[in-house]
């Protein structure tokens, strides 16, 4: 077994797309050829069953084999045996079946009459994992990365790809949909109703181009359509921000709390763009003192991951007016979750990201982009890594849309830090049979927010929006905001 190389990546990270989502019943669904077996998977209450088939590897290394592993979470009552629910996973880079929990949590009222299938799309989870080791969080603290230059990641990524010694050419999306089709032919399903979140869109509309006579219905939340760049993601986050900015002035608490909260955080950037604040704070979950350097990198990365949560969004006003103060424990707290570098396989990432979306940025691409900060550093990141691990660009057509008439929901959150909704406008092109419903105060994956997961069982069942009443995605699910360190009470009677 390869040994994971230690990979510091913090120009490299910005470019993640994180989503980032009873008593077992024997399978009811017909001729499995597959060897399943009981199997457990964290937070996940019930038993689920597991197995795995051995594919090849490309179309012209048919000799190398790879081992796809697979997940059956079966339904409480299936009236459906010939049908499940196949959920596509996020990232690029994230294990379907190591966050099976989220899967049934956000499917549960379609699960209860089909089965739910996830599988670890090749190179993440255990088929075959592409990881690079990533520093733990004393590290990343400490880690000052204003004195890196680009040789540095340069050389990360030559060390990473040595350690990996795989052809990340191998770990393509149209690759991983032949992955995914097999598995339903050998776990004997005759259709699918497709469930993707994030980057999980463009494998589900991959997987719609190539086999369509597999596939029943799709919902597709949060899109990351194969013909959008991902770096357009920057002006998304901008979006999401400036909104959060403009929530907190409209409420008198916390426009009382937080005034200038907007030019607080200008204020802010700039000041560790001049110098890095060096502070000591407690580690998030051990309490430890640890040395942290707070550079412009890290201060927008940690903002940027809080915009994916309502539960992270509240904190927000109260991160930044205390970091303002030199009081780094908040910040210190909401970087916390990107201590596992969020899940992510970083090998299969880059396999994704230097395959299929830097091959195809033009000069004029990389200038617009640029206009934010997100967008350049992606860029620069890419630009600089991407020549090493020289995964082979996809062809063309990969980029033309996807056409079909399979029945389609698409879902949208008005506050998506990384999927905005008029993403999901570039995908519907060519989809002739396809509703797209946004919900206004929901942020990334709206399945996991408000009334989305009863609409989505509602439209496996009817393959259709048609009159439903989806009014309850406008009830706004939005947060207090914390108006100090004990939460979003106030000492005032109002």
Known sequence: MKKPFKFKKSLVKLALLPLVLGTVLPLQAATSTAELSACYAKGLSDRAQCGKISQPLSETKTEQKIDIHFMVIPAIKPLYPQEAIIAFAGGPGQSATEIAANFERILKYARENR????????????????????????QQFALNDTLLGLDFYKEDALKCKEKLDADLSDYTTVAAAKDFDAVRVALGYSKLHLYGGSYGTRIALEYMRQFPDSVASAVLDGLAPNNQSLMAIGGAIEGSLNALFAQCEADKKCANSYPNLKQQWQSLLNQVEQTPIEVSVLHPRTSKPLAMTMTKMKLFSAIRMALYSHSFRALVPLAISEATNGNLAPLAGMMAPSEDGLGLAMGMHQAIVCGEDWPRLTAADKAKYSENYMGKMMITGLDATCPIWNVSPVPSSYYEPVASDIPTLLLSG????????KWAEVAMEKLSNATHLVAPTATHIVAGQSCANKLIAKFYDEKTVGDFDTSCLEEDTRKQFFMNINGPATADKE
Do not use: F, Y
């Open 115 to 138: 089965d739910i299938i996830l599988v670890d799309q090749r190179g993440t989870g255990k088929s075959n994992l592409l990881q690079c080791d990533m520093d733990d969080l004393e």
């Open 414 to 421: 008005g506050l998506d830090p990384a999927t905005p909704a």
